[in-house]
């Protein structure tokens, strides 16, 4: 399985099993999460950071955008996904997901690393946020909106094992209008990880964060 069509995938297993509540996810966590996306995948997987996975907590700091779903620290189990060809940063709540990845070439030679949302002959970033509503009768979550971010830039300020923060910048809209840019609106903030879940595939711990 090639890694674009990895990303996807382990941002969905993952975000599925993260979607109950922070209670239920601590205590479940640690023997499901490698089985369900070894299942999935099929292969071994290389996780670190699972062992502080009570330390694990995400902060949203964003404005603008429509994203008043996506604010404050009620994200949880938030997670990266390693591999030569780039990054991927993945965050859950019961009413929202985040998915933040940096794609491109030597991107763990930057400093800081950072890249473009569209278009770009560097870097590039692609950046989803996707919010749900509860249905007050049946109790079910349905999509109530999907955005993308179409212009501007992310930068990963500070980059360790057990701390991640990034900065976002740039026009955000809902998926259809990706040629619609007079509907884009401005969004910017701030994205923190405090001990990430690090899916390593391969990658060497040193060769990452030993910069």
């Known amino acids: 399985m090639n890694f674009s069509i990895r990303i996807p995938l382990l941002a969905l297993i993952v975000t599925t099993l ?27 997987l290389d996780v670190e950071g699972i062992d502080n996975i009570d330390k694990n907590k995400v902060n949203i700091a964003l404005r603008g955008g429509d994203l008043e779903n996506f604010v404050g620290d009620a994200f949880v189990a938030g997670m990266g996904i390693l591999n030569d060809e780039g990054i991927t940063f993945v965050a859950s709540t019961e009413t929202g ?69 990034l900065e ?21 903030g701030k994205v923190t990880l405090s001990y990430p879940i690090w899916q390593m595939n391969g990658m060497d711990k040193t060769q990452v964060f030993g910069r």
Request: charged fraction near 25%; glycine fraction near 6%.
């Open 168 to 188: 976002v910048d740039g026009k955000i809209g809902k998926v259809h209008e990706i040629e619609q840019p007079e509907n884009w609106t401005s969004f910017s």
């Open 97 to 165: 997901k985040i998915l933040l990845s940096f794609l491109g070439e030597d991107l763990f030679s930057q400093h800081p690393i950072q890249g473009h949302f569209g278009d770009s002959d560097n870097s590039v970033v692609v950046a989803q946020f996707t919010a749900f509503r509860t249905n007050t009768d049946s109790d079910m979550s349905y999509l109530d909106q999907s955005r993308s971010a179409f212009e501007g830039t992310a930068i990963i300020r500070k980059f360790t094992e057990d701390y991640v923060e």
């Open 18 to 44: 993260i979607s109950c509540s922070e209670k239920k996810l601590k205590e479940t966590i640690t023997s499901k999460m490698k089985s369900a996306l070894s299942e999935q995948l099929g292969v071994d």
